[in-house]
Structure formats: structure tokens, C-alpha cells
């Protein structure tokens, strides 16, 4: 498979190609240009995808299995003529059902985390299809554990414009500090909850996620509103320093999810008998990666910055000094 886009990782790039056989599909004959254009990535790209879906399909991947995509060089358009069935109603297994019942009733028990009336909707069409999946699973009750206690609180101070006083802990200086903030919206990019607030000890705007908030407090003062809010949703949230130097890790063994989490710059298979990555990324500062290379107990190596490797082994001497010692 080839490399996607930078800092583009495989579930990103799966979704595109799900997109696109339907996309296309519906649009016999659209160009290549225009879909480059669409998914917001280059030509170069959209090829490549269209190279890998040619030899995706249905199970046995036979050439009849395979979806057909159809190319035309000259005018630079394509077509798909068979889509292997994507475009196919889903149809649940009793299993699969049962599964997607259990999972809505977990969600919807999840105090502030989603409107309740879309997911009691999906429910009882989910279980008006399914008789049989909704009396085995309607005695369920799951109650999951909750991801961020202090959401409700945060709501509940969004709501009534108040001022928010919270107890957060930043991953990425491991350290907990108390902030007073003007909540101005909830964010939920890249799988997590943000609080975009004003905060007077940062006196700027800043992006806190919810679940590391560890206390708070509703305020008898008003919030201030901002002047002016950015209405789009941010990709991600985290914008590495520029002033921090990149650095380079070989990922091994248990550590190539790093490659897949977090943005990297560039991603280099390493040769098949280590089977792993060499990446470049950008880290928020060395205390974070520091962190993070003793979390992944050498499966992880820095390449490229001494300093950063000094630390690392300084810090594990600590850590096992502190063992010893107790």
C-alpha cells in the first residue's frame, strides 16, 4: 500500500476510499481533477487510491470480485462499473444487531455526551426491524464508565453563560493547574471532547479536553463572550511548537501505533527483519516526548537528537533509582 498524504493516517485514508466508490459510482465519467478537488487532496493521490481499489473486493478476489475501475487516460476521467456491493443496503446479522442495540443503550445511558432524541430514535428503528435482537437485549441496561465526569458541569456552565473554574491537568507538561474560563463551545475533533474557553491565566483562547479535567466549578460570575468565534471545527487541536525541533523515532514492536495516533511528518518502512517505521514528527516539547519514548520501554529510539536521548536514559536511571530505593 502506498504512503497516503502527510500527516494522513490509514483510517483517514480508508474513509476517503469508502467515499469514493459511491462518489463515483453515481458520477460515471467525473474527473480525476474534480475529485482531488472534492476529497481535498492531490491528483497524484486520487490515483493512487483508484490503483488500490482496483484490487479490493469481495472475498475469493477473483478478477470478477475485484471493483472495476475504469480509466480513461486521455480525458483523464473515471468510471466504476462493478463496486462490489458498497453501495448495497446493510443488512444486520441477529449478532450484528444485537451488538449495535447494546452499543446505543450504552450511549444513550452517557449522561451530556449526545442528544438522547437522535439516539432513542435510532433505537426503536433499530428495534422495530428486529424483534428478535431487541427482547434478547431489552433486558441489558449498560452503563458505561464515564470517559469525562466534568462534562455536565461544563455544559451546565455553557448554558447558563457562567464563568467556569476548573482543576486541569496538561499531558503535555504533566503538570495541574487551577483556571478561571469563559466556555464558549464544546468541540468533539479527533475521537475527543474539547472545552474552547477564554482563560485568564493564559489570557487567550485555548482548547481543554474534557475528560483531563479533573474538578469543576460553576460560577456565580458571568462569562464574557468572545468576539469573534471561528465557526469551523478544527481538525485536530494539537499545533506542535515551531520553535521545537523535529525528531526522529524508529518504531518497532508494539510501538508503531505511534506512526497511526499521533501527526507525523513522514512515515519510512524500515526493512522487512525489523519490521517497523522510522517517523518524523513534531513534538509540543521534549518533556512530552521524553514521556513518551520511556512509555514505550524501548520500542521506541530517537535518531537524530542527543539531547532528547540523554534525557531519556537520565529519566529511566531516575525511575529506577526511585525503585530501588523503596
Known amino acids: 500500500m502506498s504512503a497516503g498524504t502527510a500527516n494522513e493516517n490509514a483510517q483517514d485514508r480508508l474513509a476517503r476510499m469508502l467515499s469514493l466508490v459511491p ?5 460515471p465519467g467525473v474527473s480525476i481533477a474534480e475529485l482531488a478537488r472534492e476529497f481535498a487532496v492531490s491528483r497524484a493521490q486520487i490515483s493512487a487510491d483508484l490503483d488500490l481499489l ?21 480525458g483523464g476521467t473515471v ?3 462493478f463496486d462490489a456491493g458498497i453501495e448495497r443496503p446493510v443488512r444486520l446479522t441477529a449478532d450484528e444487531a444485537q451488538a449495535l442495540l447494546v452499543a446505543l443503550r450504552a450511549l444513550a445511558e452517557t449522561p451530556g455526551l449526545v442528544e438522547t432524541d437522535a439516539v432513542d430514535s435510532a433505537l426503536a428503528k433499530l428495534e422495530q426491524l428486529d424483534r428478535q435482537a431487541a427482547e434478547s437485549t431489552g433486558a441489558v441496561r449498560v452503563v458505561a464508565a464515564d ?11 455553557l448554558d447558563r453563560s457562567r464563568r467556569l473554574w476548573m482543576r486541569y491537568y496538561t499531558a503535555s507538561r504533566d503538570t495541574v493547574t487551577e483556571r478561571t474560563v ?3 463551545r464544546i468541540l468533539v475533533t479527533d475521537g475527543h471532547a474539547y472545552l474552547e474557553a477564554y482563560c485568564h491565566l493564559a489570557r487567550a483562547i485555548r482548547h481543554f479536553r474534557i475528560d483531563r479535567i ?8 458571568p462569562a464574557q463572550g468572545s468576539l469573534w468565534v471561528d465557526s469551523q471545527v478544527p481538525d485536530r487541536i494539537f ?13 518497532t514492536g508494539g510501538a508503531r501505533w505511534v506512526a497511526e495516533y499521533y501527526p507525523v511528518e513522514t512515515v519510512t518502512p524500515l526493512p522487512a527483519s525489523q519490521a517497523g517505521v522510522r517517523v518524523t514528527l513534531h513534538a509540543g516539547n521534549d518533556d512530552w516526548l521524553t514521556r513518551l519514548v520511556l512509555s514505550l520501554g524501548g520500542d521506541a529510539v530517537v535518531t537524530n537528537r542527543p539531547e532528547v536521548t540523554e534525557l531519556v536514559a537520565r529519566r529511566a536511571e531516575q525511575a529506577l533509582a526511585a525503585y530501588q530505593s523503596d
Open 182 to 184: 469563559d466556555p464558549l
Open 239 to 251: 499545533h506542535p511548537d515551531p520553535a521545537v525541533p523535529p525528531v526522529e523515532l524508529v518504531l
Open 214 to 221: 479533573e474538578a469543576a466549578q460553576v460560577l456565580d460570575e
Open 23 to 27: 462518489y463515483i459510482s453515481r458520477r
Open 54 to 74: 482496483m484490487v479490493c473486493g469481495l472475498p475469493g478476489y477473483y478478477p470478477d470480485d475485484l471493483i472495476d475501475v475504469v480509466l480513461d487516460d486521455d
Open 79 to 81: 468510471s466504476i462499473t
Open 147 to 157: 470517559p469525562a465526569p466534568q462534562l455536565g458541569t461544563v455544559r451546565d456552565a
